[in-house]
């Protein structure tokens, strides 16, 4: 099971989301180092082992700018969110050449179409209980078989609040796609579930930032 850091960067720096109250975040705090610029941020995920990063450009999502120039910095593998909506977004990402793998989330997604490109994650977001924007069934019978699933639990990002897993369980009974999941992740237990029904992998930040979980240490353990 992989696990993967997330980074949230809004104006240039790193910040620490919850819930996804988005003008409310604040600079990133964390124990690894005493800095909320991604480019330090990144470099300590690397020096505890992380391979790839998970990057949600949030000015991006809201349609508010962009923080491609430090994005393109990152020396990591990179998963990066930066609000797609349609594919001629894909096709302008894709030219930047700024990551290694682009994220279309149902937050942002206006075509459905773009589900059949096999090199793209989708994330399906909720918030609240709900998939954002679109019925589940929808999406799932519109899906490449072979895209990569992130289960993201919006209003539980940054709270530490556990997983969902009866959600998950219900995703994953009707697809065999790889999932991950992402949002509450808050203890060791909740990586253990994680890794007991069979997830691909875990989105995580808050958790390691507050020194709860050790990021080198969950890293060995589930490779």
């Known amino acids: ?19 996804g109250n988005r003008e409310t975040y604040k600079p990133l705090k964390t124990v690894l180092c005493d800095s909320s610029n991604p ?7 690397k020096e505890n082992g992380a391979e790839k990063v998970y990057i949600a450009d949030l000015d991006a999502i809201m349609k508010n700018g962009n923080n491609f120039n430090i994005i393109r ?10 609000g797609i909506s349609t594919k001629k977004d ?18 942002t997604l206006d075509d459905l179409t773009i589900l059949n490109d096999e090199n793209i994650i989708l994330s399906l977001d ?38 969902n897993k009866e959600l998950i369980k219900n995703i994953m009974d009707k697809t065999n796609n790889p999932i991950y999941i992402g949002g509450g992740i808050k203890d060791k237990n909740d990586l253990k579930d994680a890794y007991d029904l069979g997830t691909q ?6 958790a390691i930032h507050r020194g709860i979980l050790d990021l080198k240490e969950i890293i060995e353990k589930y490779k």
């Open 201 to 206: 992998g875990v989105l995580i930040a808050t």
């Open 39 to 45: 480019i330090n941020i990144i470099e300590k995920y």
């Open 126 to 163: 909720f918030k609240d209980g709900k998939l954002l924007n679109y019925e589940l069934n929808d999406i799932l019978g519109n899906i490449n078989k072979n895209i990569p699933l992130i289960i993201l639990d919006i209003s539980s990002v940054g709270t530490e609040k556990g997983i």
């Open 73 to 82: 910095e990152l020396d990591i593998y990179k998963i990066v969110d930066a």
């Open 90 to 107: 894909i096709e302008y990402m894709r030219n930047l050449n700024i990551c290694d793998k682009l994220i279309v989330g149902t937050e």
């Open 1 to 19: 099971m992989e696990i993967i850091p997330v980074i949230d960067i809004m104006n240039n720096i790193a910040v620490h989301g919850k819930s």
